[in-house]
């Protein structure tokens, strides 16, 4: 198994509309065959602690079988799609996979 989860820091500019369209845009990851289990979602209203970063917009975790799932992922027509057209909408990405 693979866990690939991705944090999203998006633009202070980037609407309410366009957040909304980013939002479908990482739910769409979902779809992509290699994608066992996906869960996207933002900050949770928990008590905030020092060892807590809610600094990011949308977070998303894609469980994938295995490596190769992740590759095949990372070059799905839904993902180069995403990349392409949401790109511009962050500042920055941070992601971390674990086995």
């Given at each position: 198994?693979?866990?690939?989860?991705?944090?999203?820091?998006?633009?202070?500019?980037?609407?309410?509309?366009?957040?909304a369209e980013?939002?479908?845009?990482?739910?769409?990851?979902?779809?992509?065959?290699?994608?066992?289990?996906?869960?996207?979602?933002?900050?949770?209203?928990?008590?905030?602690?020092?060892?807590?970063?809610?600094?990011?917009?949308?977070?998303?975790?894609?469980?994938?079988?295995?490596?190769?799932?992740?590759?095949?992922?990372?070059?799905?027509?839904?993902?180069?799609?995403?990349?392409?057209?949401?790109?511009?909408?962050?500042?920055?990405?941070?992601?971390?996979?674990?086995?």
């Amino acid at each position: 198994m693979l866990v690939h989860t991705v944090y999203f820091w998006l633009k202070p500019e980037i609407t309410a509309a366009q957040r909304a369209e980013f939002r479908k845009g990482v739910e769409s990851l979902g779809k992509i065959k290699a994608v066992a289990h996906c869960f996207v979602g933002s900050p949770a209203k928990t008590t905030k602690r020092p060892i807590i970063d809610d600094s990011y917009s949308v977070a998303l975790t894609v469980v994938c079988k295995d490596v190769a799932g992740h590759d095949a992922y990372q070059v799905d027509p839904i993902h180069l799609k995403f990349v392409e057209t949401f790109k511009t909408y962050w500042n920055k990405v941070q992601i971390y996979d674990a086995e």
